[in-house]
Structures are given as C-alpha cells and as structure tokens.
C-alpha cells in the first residue's frame, strides 16, 4: 500500500521552533510537498523537495531523506497565524495521470 | 491570480437524491482532482481526471461518478447520497507538466456537504 504517516497534533509557543514528520512508504517516489490549511480554509501550497536536504523558504523550511524514507517541515519563529494543519503529499506518476497523495495532517497549535 | 472554483459552500441534501458539486478552473490546467476531507482521514482521492472525457478512479470512488467535459470544469456526482457522504469536498487542479516547478495544487475552497 501507499501511505504517509504524520503525528496528528503539535503544540508549540509563539517564536519557538517546531518541527513536523513525515515518513512515507509509495512505490515510485518522486517527492514531498507540503501543504498548509487554515480552519475552514483551502490547503495551499507551501513547498517541494524532489531531492534529498533542506530547502528553506523565509521561516519555513522542509527537508528530505530519501534512504530514510522520512521528510520534515520546520517552522522557525512561530506566529500565532501559523496555527493550523499541514500536510505532506508524495505525487505518484502513472503513464498520462499523476495523482498526488496525502498524509493525514498534523495540527499544531501555537500558544502565546 | 490563479482561480478553482467550487459552485457552493454549503450544501443540505436528503438521503437517495442526487448530487452535482462543480468545479471550475482558469489556469488551463489538464489535470483536475477530487478529494473528501473528513476528521482524522486527511484528503482522500475520489477522482482524478487528466484530460477531456478522461477519468480514473482514485482510493475511494464507490458512491461516486464525474464528469469532465470541458477542460476547465470537472463535476462530482453522488448518485444517490448517503449519510456517510457527509463531508468537505474538496476540488484541486494542476499542470500536466512534471518537474518541480509544477508539483503545485490549486485548489478550491471546498463544499461542505452535509447528507440528511
């Protein structure tokens, strides 16, 4: 089967670090994305590794290990705002179609 | 700025009706997605379609048909909903292209269909 498998909740404090997991196990791995949902809101794009390291984007950074079979997203300096799930997501390739799959979300809380 | 959009936000139906939930895109994009949202699931794949007339079933297409007739509009259909069809219904599109700078999901911002 394919699956990715994510902590369901994350707690942290405002201006702290957190780190989210994910570790995957798909056939045919071609990367990891990442996606943010606010409560009631449309997930949204935040980045993509295809290659193995770290990848930073302003306070976000995501990291990938392709031996490991693991991925992470690290939010640095922590806003209120960013109180909200995210998601990994592997894309899967097949011929004309590509479909993207979804880990099941983590929730992270910040508190003041 | 790049735009899916989904016909409602909230929608009340009755057990055995049917249902049509609609997705439009302006990005020009091949492939169209639909994904139910639930607790503790994450986004679950119902249909994926990558071109005209083409379709194909995702993890859990029992219950569900769709229709793709035009490229920027990709239509879900619950034939005959159930209460376990509750859920947020979630439309998604993106490039055919593979490579790094296409691996993007648009997507919509959801129908949240209750089944009474």
């Known amino acids: 089967g394919q699956s990715l498998e994510q902590p369901s909740e994350v707690t942290a404090v405002e201006g702290a670090i957190v780190q989210i997991n994910c570790t995957y196990q798909t056939s045919g791995f071609y990367g990891l994305s990442w996606y943010q949902q606010h409560d009631g809101g449309a997930p949204t794009f935040l980045s993509y590794n295809a290659l193995d390291g770290l990848e930073e984007t302003g306070r976000f950074s995501s990291f990938l290990s392709r031996s490991d079979s693991y991925g992470y997203l690290l939010l640095q300096e922590l806003q209120m705002k960013d109180s909200a799930s995210y998601f990994c997501a592997a894309p899967l390739y097949g011929g004309a179609t590509n479909k993207l799959i979804f880990g099941t979300g983590t929730l992270l809380a910040v508190q003041p | 700025d790049v735009k899916v959009t989904q016909s409602s936000r909230y929608l009340v139906k009755r057990t055995g009706e049917k249902v049509f939930l609609e997705c439009v895109q302006d990005?020009?994009?091949?492939?169209m997605f639909w994904y139910r949202q639930d607790p503790g699931l994450g986004l679950r794949l119902i249909y994926f379609s990558y071109d005209v007339k083409m379709k194909e079933k995702g993890d859990i297409p029992e219950g569900y048909s769709v229709s793709r007739e035009k490229k920027e509009r990709f239509s879900l259909i619950l034939e005959s909903a159930s209460t376990n069809q509750t859920s947020m219904y979630l439309c998604?599109?993106?490039?055919?292209?593979?490579?790094?700078?296409?691996?993007?999901?648009?997507f919509g911002s959801g129908t949240q269909l209750s089944v009474l």
């Open positions: 990005m020009d994009h091949e492939n």
């Open positions: 998604a599109s993106r490039s055919r292209d593979r490579g790094r700078a296409n691996e993007k999901l648009f």
